[in-house]
């Protein structure tokens, strides 16, 4: 079974005989999204050994240069490897969203089909913050990074493929004008729970999961407030901005 998506994959200009160059001759492109066939990995060989490797160092380096170096050191590449990554530490962090983001399908599965489209997106949401608990401390740095002008574009794409995927992986097959509004709630209560997170020092992270139903139930309730699309696409603007500003961009 396939089904049409839209899909902004990353451009991938590693240079050398190490890493291959691979442009693609449009940011976005639409895709079907299939269940048969596996979709082309966003990272090569090198880049993956590189890169997961240098993951292992995060929690005692963060995502810094030297994160990087360890990395490719135990995949058994040069340290001049690292120059192969011209965003530094930001290819890092990008790794860490693009993983985790594609191992959704992987960790959370719904085989009771009366599990409804809310509950599977909180379980969702709540299954990708999880994948932060080891590295949350060193999450404000990541966020520093991120907020920077020139990753800033980068960041929030991969933070829309995010929600586009909880929402897909939801089951929600929605065509209307409520396929975008849907998606850009979710990227604001994923952004602010994600941002709570790393001031949360409760026992397994018990109060970012009540701030995240408490998000996801003003979100509900918004929705069924507000009286048009464009009041409700008012509200989901405020809202992407306040957690904008949170990272640091001047709006």
């Known amino acids: 079974m396939a089904v049409f998506r839209i899909v902004c994959p990353r451009q991938s200009y590693l240079r050398g005989a ?26 090569t060989n090198a880049e ?34 690292t120059n192969l990554f011209p965003r530094g530490p930001f290819d890092l962090i990008n790794y860490h969203l693009v993983t985790q983001r594609l191992a959704l399908k992987d960790r959370v599965q719904f085989p009771d089909p009366s599990v409804g489209v809310g509950a599977k997106v909180r379980a969702l949401a709540l299954q990708r913050l999880q994948a932060n608990k080891e590295i949350i401390h060193q999450w404000p740095e990541a966020l520093a990074i991120m907020a920077l002008p020139s990753n800033m574009s980068p960041s929030i794409a ?26 850009a709630a979710l990227s604001a209560v994923y952004s602010s729970t994600e941002l709570f997170m790393t001031t949360d020092t409760s026992a397994d992270h018990k109060q970012t999961e009540l701030f995240l139903d408490r998000r996801l139930r003003e979100v509900q309730s918004m929705g069924q407030a507000l009286g048009s699309v464009g009041q409700w696409m008012g509200f989901t603007a405020a809202t992407t901005i306040n957690v904008l500003r949170s990272k640091g961009m001047r709006i």
């Open 158 to 183: 991969e933070l829309a493929r995010l929600s586009d995927e909880i929402w897909f992986l939801a089951g929600d097959n929605s065509v209307d004008t409520s396929w975008y509004t849907k998606r």
């Open 48 to 81: 993956d050994s590189i890169l997961s490797a240098a993951l292992n160092h995060v929690p005692s380096q963060g995502f810094t240069t030297l994160a990087l170096t360890h990395g490719a050191e135990d995949a058994g590449y040069l340290d001049v490897s």
């Open 18 to 43: 190490i890493l291959s160059k691979r442009p693609t001759s449009s940011p976005c492109h639409r895709y079907y999204h299939s269940y048969e066939h596996e979709p082309e990995p966003p990272f």
